[in-house]
């Protein structure tokens, strides 16, 4: 059930502020900003050795569209608008670079500082910054504070837990022929997902898993598809989960995923970079605020989108959405909520 969320509705005092507001429950609320496909670097000089592969097509593709529809001062005014609403944790699910060359992931570690320090910033790969094999130390060792303990070799998924939540971030990013933009996870990074997802479960937590391409069959092109969604849906009817936020569409999308405890919200964002040359493709992020209802657990959306008239980002619509499970009062009070 995939529904675009481009609704122009301005709601300039809708959006949250800081940590600590009081949600219309009564209770704390804890607030965080879902952004993705900044595509922020730029291949400028890059030099013909670094192109002799799949990368060629890449750059290609970026000097005779993407450099003009992914844009420094798009980027500039999400910084500004994330400063003005603070959220106390920034997610990124991937696709920060073009083609993945070292020099990139250096540029996109330098952006990543900007957006926040390691502890409010949780970023996983897309499958642009995997775009051909590449040493990992070269690449991704370069985000290696945003990236929690999948630096100690732990490998994907990643667990951040804040404030009752746990964030899981798995990485679907992979190496795929030419004019191919699938992803996988592949059976380890499954196993370890469902042990996470049963361990943070068990715990009590809201669980939000993060994932560059949409989870939902037929949610994009064949060719850009997640190949083994079917076995993450089964995966996530076994163990449950309370929310899945993706990138890889540029489209502000809104579905929802079949779960023992009911549907779990699927949502989508566009690019954050984007001028919107194609029409539901303009830059935009989400503010999220979870907040318990006794037992119930909820999610307030903000959109936020670009507005190239005013080249600041505005709301453009709210939404609240009902997450699936009930929690205990005690994992309730210690999840500070
Ligand atoms: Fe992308
Ligand atoms: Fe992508």
């Not at 507001?21 to 496909?37: I, N, P």
């Not at 991937?94 to 970023?123: C, I, K, N, S």
């Not at 569409?249 to 989508?268: D, I, K, N, Q, S």
């Not at 964002?269 to 992020?285: C, D, E, I, M, T």
Request: hydrophobic share 40%.
């Amino acid at each position: 059930m995939k529904a675009d969320m481009g609704v122009n509705m301005d709601l300039p005092h809708a959006a949250p502020h800081a940590s600590g507001h009081k949600s219309g429950a009564g209770s704390e609320a804890f607030c965080f900003a879902h952004l993705s496909d900044p595509h922020l670097t730029s291949l400028q000089g890059v030099r013909c050795p670094d192109l002799l592969n799949k990368r060629l097509l890449g750059y290609l593709s970026w000097r005779w569209r993407r450099r003009r529809e992914h844009r420094g001062e798009v980027l500039e005014a999400l910084l500004a608008d994330l400063d003005r609403h603070r959220p106390r944790l920034r997610l990124v699910t991937g696709d920060l670079t073009h083609v993945g060359l070292p020099r990139e992931f250096m540029e996109a570690a330098a952006w990543l500082r900007r957006l926040g320090a390691p502890e409010e910033v949780l970023v996983i790969p897309g499958n642009h910054d995997s775009y051909v094999r590449a040493p990992w130390d070269r690449t991704y060792a370069h985000w290696r504070p945003y990236l929690d303990e999948v630096a100690d070799g732990n490998g994907f998924p990643l667990l951040r837990r804040q404030d009752g939540v746990a964030f899981i971030g798995a990485s679907s990013a992979c190496p795929t022929p030419p004019f191919f933009a699938t992803g996988r996870l592949g059976r380890a990074q499954l196993a370890r997902l469902e042990g996470l997802l049963a361990e943070t479960g068990r715990a009590g937590l809201v669980r939000v898993l993060l994932i560059h391409h949409p989870p939902l069959p037929g949610a994009i092109a064949w060719r850009k598809r997640l190949v083994d969604a079917r076995a993450l849906a089964a995966l996530l009817r076994r163990t449950g989960v309370e929310l899945i936020l993706h990138g890889h569409t540029h489209r502000a999308t809104c579905g929802e995923l079949v779960t023992a405890a009911g549907p779990a919200p699927v949502l989508g964002v566009p690019s954050a970079s984007a001028l919107g040359h194609k029409p539901g493709r303009r830059a935009g992020y989400h503010l999220c605020r979870i907040t318990a209802h006794g037992a119930a657990r909820r999610l307030e959306v903000f959109v936020r989108g670009y507005d190239p008239v005013r080249r600041q980002f505005v709301a453009l619509e709210r939404r609240e959405l009902a997450l699936p499970g009930s929690f205990s009062a005690p994992a309730a009070a210690a999840a500070g909520q």
